[in-house]
């Protein structure tokens, strides 16, 4: 176990539909990020929250809402999404805000959009 | 803009064998570069990072190479085990940009 948890685990949903994602992290970490990992591309950072501050919003779609209400839970809110945005979601967190060091990932949320 | 480039994209060894992968960097300013590992059905998990002012660093049976100059670092498995099965990321930072940019992944298949 990493320290961070993610749920549901899978999610199926349609493009209507209104769904949550959470991630919380128990070490005591002061920053954590949304990823998107989609098969043969390279991990994609979507936000990162530092201090519960979003300090990056790495150009994504209004469709993807993430709350941080305090520095070991985040949420990724989801509405209206397309199929293209059937992946895993990653959540990672960090001791600090900088990308110079360890992050550490929980297993993922598998997403499909039908 | 910056990217990591990731060699090779599959790899097969007989367990006992070495595995070596191989990544580019573009962002000269790049001075962090971790490597991760990632099982099935679970996150990617940090194995062994260096930093830009050192050339080598070695963790048991992993290594890690830089060669700033050249802008690529390698990952060295010796002794392969069935375990080691997974899909290898490497990764390079930069404190200029400070981002995270992350190569497309090397699934390696250790067989017995």
């Known amino acids: 176990e990493t320290g961070v948890t993610q749920t549901p685990r899978h999610l199926v949903m349609g493009m209507t539909n209104k769904k949550s994602l959470k991630c919380e992290q128990h070490?005591?970490?002061?920053?954590m990020y949304w990823y998107k990992q989609s098969a043969k591309k390279p991990l994609e950072l979507m936000f990162v929250?530092?201090?519960?501050?979003?300090?990056e919003n790495n150009s994504v779609p209004s469709r993807f809402s993430p709350e941080c209400p305090n520095s070991s839970h985040l949420f990724l809110h989801l509405h209206t999404l397309q199929p293209e945005d059937s992946a895993l979601y990653l959540c990672a967190s960090s001791q600090e805000g900088t990308f110079a060091n360890e992050q550490f990932f929980g297993p993922g949320t598998r997403l499909t959009v039908l | 803009g910056e990217n990591v480039e990731q060699h090779p994209s599959t790899l097969s060894v007989q367990e006992g064998d070495s595995a070596v992968i191989k990544c580019t960097y573009s962002?000269?300013?790049?001075?962090?570069f971790p490597w991760y590992k990632q099982e099935l059905g679970k996150g990617p998990q940090l194995i062994i990072d260096i930093r830009s002012n050192v050339g080598e660093k070695k963790d048991q049976r992993i290594a890690v190479t830089l060669n700033k100059t050249a802008k690529h670092f390698s990952l060295h498995i010796t002794e392969t085990q069935p375990e080691d099965s997974a899909v290898y990321f490497c990764a390079a930072a930069s404190l200029n940009t400070d981002k995270l940019i992350f190569g497309t992944g090397t699934r390696l298949q250790v067989f017995p």
């Open positions: 962002d000269s300013a790049s001075n962090y």
């Open positions: 929250y530092n201090f519960k501050e979003q300090t």
């Open positions: 070490l005591g970490h002061n920053a």
